[in-house]
Structures are given as structure tokens and as C-alpha cells.
């Protein structure tokens, strides 16, 4: 998997980083996801692992949104926490509504993004 992900790093258009990144991260999360966080958080620093960091939250949220939720909060990387925060909300929000919230009111985010991340689920 390093070395997909070293390839992703070196081509050449942001979004195929991303899409890149994406299905791998989407791929092992599924499988597990505690392990895809560890695997995560060992890549250099940079966009991909922020984006990888990101996703893996995001995916392992589908199944186990409380587990993921307190994984990203004790990560305590800002950058992450916002970039995560309406997917994993999302899915808390399915399943707890007010575990969501409170997960939310918790976060140390802005409380703009954090009423933008209401509003995405409110519709």
C-alpha cells in the first residue's frame, strides 16, 4: 500500500491525487479501519495524508460512526477534525442523533463550520 500511495503522491493533477487516495483509503477502511488509520497517520506530512486521514474517518464512520468519532477527536488535528466532521457527523446522526450532536457541540471548531455541518444533514 506505501508504495501506491508513493505513486499517487507523484501524479501530476490534484484530482487524481485525491480519487487516488480515495479508493485506496475507501478499500482498506472497509476491510479495517483501525489499522487504515494507523497506516494513515504514517504517511508523510502533506495533503495525502491529510486526505487520507480525512477519509478513512469518513468511510469507517459508515460502519462503526462512534469508534470513528472518538478516533478523530483524539487525533486533535484541526485540519482534520473539519475536513471530516460532516461526514462522520452524518453518520452518528443516523444512528444518534444526540450522541451527533454532542459529538459536535464538542469538536473544537468554528461555529460557523459547525452550523454549516448542521445544515448539510438538515435538508
Request: charged letters at 20%; glycine letters at 4%; hydrophobic letters at 40%.
Given at each position: 500500500?506505501?508504495?501506491?500511495?508513493?505513486?499517487?503522491?507523484?501524479?501530476?493533477?490534484?484530482?487524481?491525487?485525491?480519487?487516488?487516495?480515495?479508493?485506496?483509503?475507501?478499500?482498506?477502511?472497509?476491510?479495517?479501519?483501525?489499522?487504515?488509520?494507523?497506516?494513515?497517520?504514517?504517511?508523510?506530512?502533506?495533503?495525502?495524508?491529510?486526505?487520507?486521514?480525512?477519509?478513512?474517518?469518513?468511510?469507517?464512520?459508515?460502519?462503526?460512526?462512534?469508534?470513528?468519532?472518538?478516533?478523530?477527536?483524539?487525533?486533535?488535528?484541526?485540519?482534520?477534525?473539519?475536513?471530516?466532521?460532516?461526514?462522520?457527523?452524518?453518520?452518528?446522526?443516523?444512528?444518534?442523533?444526540?450522541?451527533?450532536?454532542?459529538?459536535?457541540?464538542?469538536?473544537?471548531?468554528?461555529a460557523d463550520l459547525r452550523d454549516y455541518v448542521r445544515s448539510l444533514?438538515?435538508?
Amino acid at each position: 500500500l506505501h508504495a501506491a500511495i508513493n505513486w499517487t503522491s507523484s501524479l501530476p493533477d490534484p484530482d487524481d491525487v485525491e480519487r487516488s487516495v480515495d479508493g485506496l483509503v475507501e478499500t482498506f477502511a472497509a476491510k479495517a479501519p483501525e489499522e487504515a488509520t494507523r497506516w494513515a497517520a504514517s504517511f508523510p506530512d502533506g495533503p495525502v495524508k491529510d486526505r487520507a486521514l480525512t477519509q478513512t474517518a469518513v468511510y469507517w464512520a459508515h460502519f462503526e460512526p462512534q469508534k470513528a468519532a472518538q478516533w478523530l477527536q483524539a487525533l486533535g488535528e484541526p485540519g482534520i477534525l473539519e475536513s471530516s466532521a460532516p461526514g462522520v457527523y452524518a453518520s452518528l446522526l443516523a444512528k444518534d442523533p444526540v450522541a451527533a450532536n454532542s459529538w459536535l457541540d464538542g469538536l473544537p471548531i468554528r461555529a460557523d463550520l459547525r452550523d454549516y455541518v448542521r445544515s448539510l444533514n438538515s435538508q
